[in-house]
Structure formats: C-alpha cells, structure tokens
C-alpha cells in the first residue's frame, strides 16, 4: 500500500509543479495583488473535492475522516503557519515540490518543518499540545458516511445542524461555481497548466490519494514526521510518508522535463535564516493546528469540518500579517 503513496505522490508532485500551485501566493496575491488566479485553481480543486469525497464515501468505498477540532490550536497554529509560509517562501506543498525543482532554500524549509512538526507530535514540544485543550466532538447515533470512535464525530457543518451532508455539499459546491464562473479570473500567461486544468487535476488526484490511503485524501506534514522518523529512528515509511516522497521525485522529474530544473543558491545569508524560521514556525503551527495547507485546506474544506473552516482562516490571516509586516506596510 505504501508504494500507492509514492505512486499518488509522483502525480501529485507533477500537477504542483506544472500548475505552480502555492497557497502561500494564493492566499498573498487574492489580497495585495487583486489576483484570484491560484485562488480560483483551488476552488476548482475543492469543488470537485467536495462531490467526490461525498460521492466515493455515499458508495461505501471509504469513511470521512475529519480532523480533529481544537479551537485554540487551529487559531493559534493556523496564524503561526500562515506566518510561517511566507517567511518560508512557500506553503507546505509549496516548498516540498520546489525541492523537485532545484531551491536549496526548500531544502532548509522543509526540513526544519518536518523536524518541528516531528518535536510537536510526539517528541520533545509534545507536552504543548495540552496547553490547547482536547478535541471538541459530536455524538451520532447514526454517524452514516463518517468514521466514528464509540458514536464520536469531528463537528462538521452538517453533523452540526443535524442534516443530511450532502445538503451542505452540494450547497457549498454551488457557491463555489457561482464564484469560479461567475467572476472575472486573472490572466496569466502559463507554459503548463492553466487554473481551470489545474483545479481538476489537483481535485483528481486528491480523490485518487482518498481512495489509496482510505483515512484520509492528501497531507504533508505526517508524510515529513514519518520521512524523518524513518530515516533516523527506523520506524517503518507509511503511505503519507512516500506520498511526501514522490512529490520530490514528481517534481523533479516534471522539472526536468519542462527544462525547468535549475540549483537555486541565494547569496544573502540572511535569507537562509529566513526560510529555516519559516519552517520551523509552520511545523509548530502544523503540529499542533492538525494540519497543514493541505491537511486543512484541500483535503479539509471539502468535508466541511469545523477544525479546517477555522484552520483556514488563520492560515489567511496569519499569511496576511507577515507579508504586510514584511513587505506591504513600508
């Protein structure tokens, strides 16, 4: 089952890297830029997310799993990520495929947030997870489409306001069509794929990782925990771990193809120290949030679960402080 993830990986790794989807530019260009160009790439993605999970969950094949929701963590380390990815230069799945493409600086970033991530979740920065509380659950009777523990759910929207998911699914998915259609999209000129191709690759290849891994669609910071832990610790590589694994290799081999590899070494020491505080404040924000960019935003938001809604946000507003304490307020 593990080489599922490598194999999942590589085409993840691909689709990153001829889409040049970013969150951390995403979020960042939707608000200094006025550009909803990856912004629009992503609710592509998301929307097809949203009916597949449903779907593929309705047809038996798997159970939604829903992050785990800690109010307090998600906000404290959802703005600690989005602080975190632009220090970093790169969100989560930002910096792990532009390892692919040759930044050494991606290097650095991802491997102190696998190492932080690694500290928080159950290594030395484990005990910081209780300063936060413990999770916030539904009890159904009836738990239909999602995994339940002893009739223990993760709140979402639906299990919430007691109604059928698939209401707020297919509510949340028209909303999302009325913005992606029904809105002016920046232009860019792109040698690879473009928002609309990209968005349907992206939420192809996240039903396919849902499908493969069954308890969950797409991560990255337990791909990187279990990456380190298996190289130094010898503790066995999982699916998410060669997930993380073949978007390097997809990357890279997609950059290769397109003649877009290069070594990227900036001169500038300061840059270095930079991108390793990027890191490290993702992992912790990451660790004890449950989640990434992706864990939360892309696998996240299509469950409509509470923990992601509210991860997300911080993300932004975490995003948005540093690039305009950095860059916009001068």
Not at 139 to 146: K, L, S, V
Not at 194 to 203: I, K, M, R, S, Y
Request: hydrophobic share 50%; charged share 10%; proline share 3%.
């Amino acid at each position: 089952m593990i080489w599922q993830g490598l194999l999942v990986g590589i085409l993840f790794g691909v689709v990153l890297q001829r889409s040049r989807m970013c969150f951390n530019s995403a979020i960042r260009d939707i608000k200094f830029n006025k550009d909803n160009y990856l912004v629009k790439m992503a609710a592509v993605a998301i929307l097809i997310e949203t009916l597949g999970f449903h779907l593929v969950a309705s047809l038996g094949w798997i159970k939604l799993n829903l992050l785990p929701f800690i109010p307090l963590a998600q906000i404290i380390g959802g703005f600690l990520f989005g602080m975190g990815m632009v220090l970093a230069g790169g969100c989560a799945s930002g910096v792990t495929y532009r390892i692919g493409e040759g930044y050494i600086t991606a290097i650095l970033a991802g491997l102190f947030y696998g190492i932080t991530a690694s500290a928080v979740r159950g290594g030395v920065l484990n005990f910081v997870n209780s300063w936060f509380g413990s999770p916030i659950t539904v009890t159904m009777q009836d738990p239909g489409i999602y995994n339940a523990v002893e009739g223990k759910v993760s709140p979402t929207i639906a299990n919430v306001l007691g109604i059928n998911p698939w209401i707020v699914a297919i509510v949340f998915a028209v909303l999302l069509a009325i913005y992606i259609w029904g809105t002016k999209t920046t232009e860019r000129q792109v040698s690879g794929l473009n928002w609309l191709t990209g968005g349907v690759a992206l939420g192809i290849v996240g039903i396919l990782g849902y499908l493969s891994q069954k308890s969950y669609a797409l991560g990255i910071t337990g791909g990187w925990v279990n990456l380190l832990r298996g190289t130094v610790s010898g503790v066995a590589y999982n699916w998410i771990g060669m997930e993380v694994l073949g978007i390097i290799i997809g990357a890279f081999v997609s950059a290769l193809i397109s003649k877009e590899f290069k070594l990227r070494v900036p001169k500038d020491p300061k840059t270095y120290l930079q991108v390793i505080l990027g890191g490290i404040l993702m992992g912790f924000g990451a660790g004890v949030a449950a989640g990434c960019n992706i864990g939360h935003i892309l696998s996240g938001l299509p469950h409509l679960a509470l923990s992601s809604i509210l991860a997300t946000i911080f993300f932004v507003l975490g995003n948005w402080f540093m690039f305009w304490y950095l860059y916009a307020r001068k």
